[in-house]
């Protein structure tokens, strides 16, 4: 129903209320104008007034208020409505805009996959300032959602792109080349791998198959030694037989996906980094080396599906890395992508390290360790690494100690250490 006051010469009137009174401030006047002559003689007898105002004149709520009861029996903000529109509350709704906003990104900043592997700050930074997606939080949350799930799946074991994105994301599409998602992700991948942003496409296919994505089912391996498997599988024959040699083994992502008969123990496996520590071992226990898995640096796809594999049996594991920059990454990765937990990692293990090898190579861009708030400033204070081949020996110490009685009866030599 039409109200009585909505008359085209007081619309000015009307439209210039409406805008403040929807800013959510504390309002007492309103100018408005410019108006036209009829415009202020209906203004003038609104009011009561005994001249005509001028052209820009500025309207007192109160007095307004006082007219409008006694013309209609209903106050300025009743009548504006009704003519104009509900009044808003821009004040509110951008308090509400700005909460909405904050909240997405402390979400974002503390998502489990995020605090997991504190190289990934250096993504988020960026992306909480590129701001949301088209204006809308929800559009933005539901991307980033998608692309922690994606990470959250990485390394992945040498399936095809379009694979992956359907068993993590149900859309084979969701990672092509050149999408949001996609582009996000890769950025992802470059923080915390410590690379360039790629720009070609050959870049960007290189750093999917770095996480996993279309591997060389045979050139993809992992180094293992020591494992001793039940069944009567090709691969479970095969890695018992080397082991009773005293030889090392690369098993490739093709066996570990069809390996036949293979029955991991539940049998503690060491981890580490490098691929001398194994070596060391090797020569140092022969037949009697205890289970490894060396990660050869990042693990790749075959490193996961093994590590996987163990844990299915209940096989504890304990990861061992360099102290340096790239070093706490890895194990944080390591962490964030396994169940393993650390093997002398900490703070206090790194500065007795560093007492007897404080010449070490450069630490490197250095992070956050999850696991212990104080290492990652100790290794900054010093600068320099301790890199695994410095601990060889404490290493080797504790292995030993995993040797049945027959076998270290014929290892000589060893170091005394307490196993971590």
Request: glycine share 10%; with cysteine.
């Given at each position: 129903m039409t109200h009585a006051l909505d008359r085209p010469e007081l619309a000015p009137l009307w439209q210039a209320l409406h805008a403040r009174l929807s800013a959510g401030q504390p309002v007492t006047r309103v100018r408005i104008g410019p108006l036209d002559e009829a415009a202020r003689s209906a203004l003038a007898d609104l009011l009561g007034l005994d001249r005509?105002?001028?052209?820009?004149?500025?309207?007192?709520?109160?007095?307004?208020?006082?007219?409008?009861?006694d013309s209609?029996?209903?106050?300025?903000?009743?009548?504006?409505?009704?003519?104009?529109?509900?009044?808003?509350?821009?004040?509110a709704e951008r308090a509400s805009v700005a909460a909405e906003r904050a909240a997405l990104w402390e979400w974002f900043a503390t998502h489990p996959v995020v605090l997991a592997q504190p190289a990934l700050d250096a993504w988020v930074g960026p992306v909480r300032r590129a701001g949301v997606i088209g204006g809308s939080v929800t559009a933005t949350r539901r991307t980033l959602d998608d692309a922690?799930?994606?990470?959250?799946?990485?390394?992945?074991?040498?399936?095809?792109?379009?694979?992956?994105a359907t068993r993590i994301l149900d859309d084979s599409h969701a990672l092509d080349d050149g999408t949001r998602l996609s582009s996000l992700v890769l950025r992802a991948l470059s923080a915390l791998y410590?690379?360039?942003a790629p720009e070609t496409a050959a870049d960007r296919r290189a750093l999917w198959s770095r996480a996993g994505l279309?591997?060389?089912?045979?050139?993809?391996?992992?180094?293992?030694?020591?494992?001793r498997p039940a069944g009567r599988g090709p691969v479970a024959g095969a890695l018992t037989a080397l082991s009773a040699a005293g030889h090392a083994?690369?098993?490739?992502?093709?066996q570990l996906r069809d390996p036949g008969d293979l029955r991991f123990p539940p049998t503690a496996v060491h981890l580490t980094e490098n691929p001398s520590i194994p070596a060391l071992a090797l020569q140092r226990f022969g037949p009697a080396c205890p289970p490894l898995v060396c990660t050869s640096g990042w693990p790749n796809s075959a490193v996961i599906l093994l590590l996987d594999r163990l844990?299915?049996?209940?096989?504890?594991?304990?990861?061992h890395g360099d102290f340096d920059g790239e070093g706490l990454r890895i194990a944080a990765h390591v962490l964030a992508?396994?169940?393993?937990?650390?093997?002398?990692?900490?703070?206090s293990d790194f500065l007795a390290a560093h007492a007897h090898a404080p010449s070490g190579p450069a630490a490197g861009r250095i992070t956050a360790a999850p696991w212990d708030a104080e290492l990652a400033p100790a290794l900054a204070a010093r600068g320099t690494a301790v890199l695994e081949e410095h601990v060889a020996e404490d290493l080797l110490a504790d292995l030993a100690r995993l040797c049945t009685d027959r076998q270290i009866g014929s290892i000589q030599g060893l170091p005394a250490s307490n196993s971590r």
């Open positions: 005509l105002p001028g052209p820009q004149p500025t309207v007192a709520l109160a007095r307004l208020d006082e007219a409008l009861v209609c029996g209903q106050d300025t903000r009743s009548v504006v409505a009704a003519i104009a529109g509900p009044l808003g509350d821009r004040t922690l799930h994606v990470l959250a799946g990485l390394p992945a074991c040498g399936e095809p792109l379009p694979v992956f410590g690379t360039a279309a591997d060389d089912a045979l050139s993809t391996t992992v180094l293992t030694a020591g494992l083994t690369h098993l490739t992502l093709a844990a299915e049996a209940g096989a504890p594991l304990r990861y992508r396994s169940t393993a937990t650390l093997w002398r990692m900490s703070t």
